[in-house]
């Protein structure tokens, strides 16, 4: 139980586009989903969290307008990266937390990953 | 502030045991989690402890003392396939995850 999917698993784009990101819970309803970024040999940066059916919350220095975000279902959130530039190029995670588990009512379920490249 | 730390990097042989600390200073306390991280994967989760004390799985098991603000993962009877990132993150007050910067594991034969 507990499964996360993402898609697409990698996606190369070119600089000024932008790219959406599907995040899945695929056995269980999401009331809350992470999306987090991680540079080569860094830790998880939290970008945002998302509730279904209300605004993203977004930590400190990540930009809204370029990171939308929309949790439109208990199963479903998805991250557009807009106007994409290089810089943008990461490794893209998003998590779920499952409401009904019992003692881990707060643990995180990973989805794969996305990894964007921009040229 | 919030604060997490975990030594960088370690090195263990094949077969040895290792340990890995993780230190925090968060804003309230709900628990403590240690995932696996393989290069260019999502982690995976090892373990959860929000009690003081010792928990055992297997060949992992996870060390918490709240009073200290101390954790420990250890691992026996190291596998090359243990080689990965190991990522301590504490559950603050609000229940968000601070995530310390995570312990690079290379294995030697």
């Known amino acids: 139980g507990a499964v996360v999917s993402q898609h697409p698993s990698w996606v190369i784009c070119k600089s000024g586009t932008s790219v959406k990101i599907e995040c899945r819970s695929l056995?269980?309803?999401?009331?809350?989903m992470f999306w987090y970024r991680q540079f080569p040999k860094q830790s998880l940066m939290l970008m945002a969290t998302?509730?279904?059916?209300?605004?993203?919350?977004?930590e400190q220095g990540v930009e809204k307008d370029k990171f939308l975000i929309n949790h439109a279902s208990l199963t479903l959130s998805t991250l557009t990266v807009t106007s994409a530039h290089p810089e943008d190029s990461s490794f893209y995670i998003c998590?779920?937390?499952?409401?009904?588990?019992?003692?881990?009512?707060?643990?995180?379920?990973f989805g794969p990953g996305t990894r964007l490249t921009v040229t | 502030g919030q604060n997490i730390d975990q030594p960088t990097e370690m090195t263990a042989t094949e077969g040895a045991i290792v340990q890995i600390n993780c230190t925090y200073q968060?804003?309230?306390?709900?628990?403590l989690f240690w995932y696996q991280q393989h290069a260019g994967e999502a982690p995976t989760f090892l373990s959860y402890?929000?009690l003081d004390g010792l928990e055992e799985k297997g060949r992992f098991s996870s060390f918490l003392s709240r009073s200290k603000g101390y954790s420990y993962l250890l691992l026996k009877e190291l596998q090359m396939k243990d080689s990965a990132s190991y990522l301590c993150?504490?559950?603050?007050?609000?229940?968000?995850?601070?995530w310390g910067a995570g312990t690079k594991l290379i294995i030697k034969p």
């Open positions: 998590s779920a937390r499952d409401p009904s588990t019992d003692r881990f009512s707060y643990e995180q379920y």
């Open positions: 056995d269980f309803q999401a009331t809350t």
């Open positions: 998302s509730n279904e059916g209300s605004k993203a919350t977004y």
């Open positions: 968060t804003s309230g306390f709900n628990g």
């Open positions: 402890n929000v």
């Open positions: 993150a504490v559950l603050d007050s609000n229940y968000q995850l601070i």
